[in-house]
């Protein structure tokens, strides 16, 4: 039986989730301590895998480590099978009818609800989850874990009510036209990443707010804070089989998912090889699918900060302070994270004194240690890419040094120095390819070059997420951001090219950089809608000719 919908109800007003300072002495910096303490003490924690409400101990383990120390487990989780998938999906599907058919009001309770369960109670928890296992100091898992993630749930409420009031505008006589958003035939497979908690949670709870059922498969770099988010949407209401969370191996999970009929859409944050190839394996099954999939993803990237001539030494000291943020936050594991500068000739030697300078000032270690800057890469295989492009720079590329950091050292934490190489190769390997560590290159153009160097900048990669143009007056501004249009699906004027915020800057790129959907906004929530057109007549018509038809 249906629930009766008596009343047309508004949302609260949404807001952006305040952010805590974590100052020495605050209250803030005490229960992120104290959280910290208690969830080292009780030692790494049994995480199963859930279908249908049912938490499953496949009794095959594996482990995620503290990349600060790689010696400590953060959590053992079971890991799921093809067979175990092929349940969710079943089980998903069970649940989908009772999930859609509620109320709107009902269905964003939930995660309304989660929202304030996350930024009240579970809070701390779920940052002490994000610093420990994915390796973010106490500021990026603020921004991340706690803020983002809140909006994300919150700003959704609210697009999704913009969109179910996007209504024909016109009716004719006796008629009455309306427009229907149903959800997706089949579900959604959600495949999320390692570098954010709020990306992990946002990719299964946009299209379940829609009305969809998910299979989630969290990243095996993230699956403890990715649990408690998950425990949350469940303390908050979400219905058993709504979102079935399993993690496991990609391969036999993603395969098992995208070859069942009922595959309606991949929800996906992550590196660009793997999109490719799951775009062109849904190609392959594409005779099997009851309707077409929607393949939404966001990837990598390869982004950038410009520097143009008419910046004075206060404009090229902030560019350079925006720099060290954009580059080396989170250790350079952003999607977002500035990769290359391109600075003018006649700026450099003030932009590299106050780089170097500011640089010197960066301390690294555990993220236990809430002084440190910089922490470590997410795991060994990370760690090993990245050193690799490091060791190249210095070794075997001509026209390429390193003038700041450089080391490498995974005997306890796989750590990286904050690196910064200079270059004078328009092509060399790290201005070209995404590296997603703490590795940023530098190549000084000659001020008359600014237009050339702009179509550098956009020749140089086949990436388009985000980037920054640095100048001082409005006319080298207006030049810059037309000659730079097609670069980044998120472009920063006097600002560092990473810390999209929900509800103000919807995030995602274009070309090699995915699908452009725009996470935090109407666009990425309509993808995981189906509309349907809906005409009623009210008075019977008397005859079946036309005017047109009568002599």
């Known amino acids: 039986m249906a629930t009766p919908t008596l009343a047309h109800f508004k949302l609260p007003v949404i807001e952006n989730e305040a952010m805590l300072n974590y100052a020495p002495g605050s209250p803030e910096r005490a229960k992120i301590e104290h959280a910290l303490k208690e969830m080292i003490a009780n030692g790494p924690v049994e995480i199963p895998v859930v279908i249908n409400g049912e938490k499953i101990f496949t009794k095959k383990i594996a482990t995620q480590v503290n990349p600060s120390d790689h010696k400590k487990i953060v959590c053992k989780y079971h890991e799921a099978d093809a067979a175990l998938t092929k349940k969710a999906i079943e089980g998903a599907e069970e649940a989908k009818a009772r999930w859609e058919s509620l109320p709107f009001n009902d269905r964003v309770a939930v995660f309304l609800k989660a929202a304030d369960l996350l930024a009240v109670k579970y809070r701390y928890k779920v940052m002490a989850a994000t610093m420990l296992g994915q390796g973010k100091n106490i500021w990026q898992a603020e921004i991340d874990a706690a803020a983002e993630l ?14 179910y009031q996007q209504q024909p505008p016109k009716n004719s006589p006796g008629t009455w036209n309306r427009t229907e958003f149903r959800a997706l035939e089949g579900f959604v497979l959600a495949v999320s990443p390692f570098n954010f908690t709020a990306i992990g949670g946002n990719l299964p709870a946009a299209p379940a707010l829609m009305g969809n059922v998910v299979i989630w498969k969290p990243s095996p770099g993230a699956v403890y804070s990715n649990y408690l988010v998950y425990e949350i949407l469940v303390e908050a209401g979400l219905p058993a089989g709504v979102i079935q969370f399993v993690p496991g191996p ?8 995208i070859s069942n009929p009922s595959f309606a859409s991949l929800h996906f944050t992550g590196s660009t090889h793997v999109f490719r190839k799951l775009w062109k394996d849904i190609g392959n099954n594409i005779d099997i699918y009851k309707s ?3 393949v939404v993803g966001e990837t990598g990237g390869k982004n950038y900060h410009m520097l143009h001539p008419s910046l004075d030494k206060d404009g090229v000291r902030h560019a350079a302070l925006q720099t060290i943020r954009a580059a080396f936050e989170y250790q350079g594991q952003k999607c977002s994270a500035c990769s290359r500068v391109y600075v ?18 960066i301390k690294q270690g555990s993220v236990e240690k809430f002084e440190n800057f910089s922490g470590p890469v997410i795991s060994q295989f990370a760690f090993d890419k990245i050193k690799g492009y490091i060791q190249h720079a210095a070794t075997a590329e001509k026209g390429t040094e390193i003038i700041a950091g450089g ?30 560590g703490p590795v940023v290159t530098i190549y000084v153009y000659e001020d008359a070059e600014f237009a050339q160097t702009c179509k550098l900048v956009s020749d140089t990669t086949p990436y388009g997420l985000t980037g920054a143009l640095f100048a001082r007056d409005r006319d080298s501004i207006v030049a810059g951001s037309n000659l730079l249009r097609n670069t980044s699906g998120n472009f920063y004027i006097n600002d560092k090219c990473t810390g999209a915020v929900v509800g103000q800057q919807p995030f995602g790129g274009g070309r090699a950089s995915g699908t452009n959907d725009k996470a935090g906004s109407s666009s990425l929530l309509i993808r995981f809608v189906s509309t349907r057109s809906i005409k009623e007549s009210f008075v019977p018509i008397e005859g079946f000719a036309y005017p047109s038809n009568l002599v």
């Open 407 to 436: 080391k490498c050292d995974d005997s306890v934490g796989y750590f990286i120095e904050p690196t910064i190489i200079l270059t004078t190769k328009k092509d060399a390997k790290t201005l070209v390819e995404e590296i997603f």
């Open 150 to 163: 809140c909006d994300f749930l919150r700003f959704n409420c609210k697009y999704a009510e913009e969109i």
């Open 344 to 361: 003018p000739k006649s700026q450099f030697a003030d932009f590299r004194r106050e780089l170097l300078a500011e640089h010197a000032k």
């Open 250 to 257: 990609a391969e036999e999970i993603v395969g098992a998912a």
């Open 292 to 294: 077409y999939p929607r």
